[in-house]
T-cell receptor, first 115, second 113 residues
């Protein structure tokens, strides 16, 4: 069974540009979660999608947005990039709202560097 | 507010020594607890989880954790560590099936030969 896959693995952008990160959940998982792991700041919750709908959002500005497609894959978009957006962005998936308590399966992340 | 605290940012131990990584969470009627491990340049891997039942939970790689409701703790232990256990460990909590998982700030475990 394929795990959670994220692309690209590394992304270098210039300040002010836009970045698009992609995530494919485990087959059968309907929930996708995005976390930001910046140096020294731990894992910060960004967004949670389930069945194509945004279920919850972390304390991030609106230039962080995303969506979930009918096949449950997801995209995270970051507009007007700032230097402090440099981080490892982790995607995770789970079976869905009722099964979220069973824990997430994480991808290996996308390392975004803003220069 | 829901929160989880990992009391130690770094824990150095000698190889084959026992280790305990501490985790405390904010109290709630029902709670679901997890420990994840992150090896260098990788995503997070689930080590173990407590959903209900026995308070002693056994996970992968010889780790175990004990749920202590009175002390609102979920400390992770291993009786004998190996060099390969060098990683960052995250404690996490969720309070219902419809809530996101909240992560602690992580504990970096470094093993000395």
């Amino acid at each position: 069974e394929a795990g959670v896959t994220q692309s690209p693995t590394h992304l270098i952008k210039t300040r002010g540009q836009q970045a698009t990160l992609r995530c494919s959940p485990i087959s059968g998982h309907t929930s996708v979660y995005w976390y930001q792991q910046a140096l020294g700041l731990g894992l910060q919750f960004l967004l949670w999608y389930d069945e194509g709908e945004e279920r919850n959002r972390g304390n991030f500005p609106p230039r962080f947005s995303g969506r979930q497609f009918p096949n449950y894959s997801s995209e995270l978009n970051v507009n007007a990039l700032e230097l402090e957006d440099s981080a490892l962005y982790l995607c995770a998936s789970s079976w869905g709202l009722r099964e979220g308590t069973y824990g997430y399966t994480f991808g290996s992340g996308t390392r975004l560097t803003v220069v | 507010a829901q929160s989880v605290t990992q009391l130690d940012s770094q824990v150095p131990v000698f190889e084959e020594a026992p280790v305990e990584l501490r985790c405390n969470y904010s109290s709630s009627v029902s709670v679901y607890l997890f420990w994840y491990v992150q090896y260098p340049n990788q995503g997070l891997q689930l080590l173990l989880k407590y959903l209900s039942g026995s308070t002693l939970v056994k996970g992968i790689n010889g780790f175990e954790a004990e749920f202590n409701k009175s002390q609102t703790s979920f400390h992770l232990r291993k009786p004998s560590v190996h060099i390969s256990d060098t990683a960052e460990y995250f404690c996490a909590v969720t309070y219902s099936s419809a809530s996101k998982i909240i992560f602690g700030s992580g504990t970096r475990l470094s093993i000395r030969p």
